[in-house]
């Protein structure tokens, strides 16, 4: 089966935010009351009840200009996920589109997805049974798999009344944004297509106008090597020594080291810690 993904062209964006829209009616997700955040950006970030959110960034240009930069932002389904390289209860996968799944049967709420995301927009949402007992569920955008399973496109890009956003084959959505960066190159001096290769490409693609970290990207996004060697090699091995259900508790061990050294380093770096040379 082709390689499907989704291609944003965040120079088309006007900021209209009917991707947002979309999304909430089509995965009937609540509305979230927000502060008011010092711009016409409505959420921080994404959230359990929020998987899409428009970016509105005032950017000063090279010629020392205010630009308003927006971008849609979500789930951007990686070819190499670190939330399912991580799942202890393999309740995450890929579906054959390539999008980035969450069985929420499986999930137990144990957050190592929303740990080890590298780009942040995996949250875990509170339930409660009917006893009353709370529990937790990882959510995340599912680039509308249900919709694509039907023949339909991700609701979000449906309703983009600029072609910002289209869905398709890989090889050509590709070709659009590299024919579309030569168009803007001498607007954007800085612009680049964003499909980061250390986490094995993504099914969301972007034709950037600035640098990843202005929009608040990792620049080099990539998977924790602890969690390759887990997934890939120990746990497959393991499986078949010892069996899964000792595996399990094996894998919820070693994914919690993984998520205390991440903590230790984010903790060192706000202190201000880390070599120098």
């Not at 390689?3 to 609540?30: Q, R």
């Not at 670190?82 to 799942?87: I, N």
């Not at 612009?191 to 034709?207: E, F, K, L, S, W």
């Amino acid at each position: 089966m082709a390689e499907f993904v989704k291609y944003v062209d965040v120079t088309k964006c006007d900021g209209c935010k009917a991707c947002m829209v979309a999304c909430k009616n089509w995965n009937d997700l609540p509305a979230e009351v927000t502060e008011f955040q010092g711009s016409v950006q409505s959420h921080p970030k994404t959230s359990a009840d929020t998987w899409n959110v428009l970016q509105y960034i005032e950017h000063e240009n090279g010629k020392g200009d205010l630009e308003y930069l927006f971008r849609h932002t979500s789930c951007m389904h990686c070819k190499e996920a670190a939330c399912e390289k991580v799942c202890p209860e393999n309740a995450i996968s890929y579906s054959k589109f390539g999008s980035v799944v969450i069985d929420h049967d499986k999930c137990v709420g144990c957050g190592y997805c929303v740990e080890n995301c590298p780009f942040e927009v995996i949250s875990l949402k509170t339930y409660k049974d009917k006893n009353g007992k709370e529990y937790k569920k990882s959510q995340k955008c599912t680039m509308c798999t249900d919709r694509l399973e039907e023949g339909l496109q991700p609701a979000c890009v449906t309703t983009c009344h600029t072609d910002a956003m289209q869905f398709g084959k890989k090889d050509e959505m590709l070709a659009k944004a590299h024919k579309r960066l030569a168009q803007i190159k001498d607007r954007f001096p800085n612009a680049n297509i964003y499909n980061p290769q250390g986490v094995g490409g993504t099914h969301t693609i972007y034709v950037l106008a600035e640098k990843p970290s202005v929009y608040g990207l990792p620049e080099s996004p990539k998977i924790p090597t602890s969690a390759v060697v887990w997934k890939d090699y120990a746990q497959p091995i393991g499986k078949a020594m010892i069996g899964a259900t000792t595996m399990a508790v094996v894998g919820a061990f070693i994914t919690n080291s993984i998520m205390s050294k991440r903590s230790k380093e984010d903790n060192h770096d706000e202190d201000g810690g880390g070599s120098h040379e």
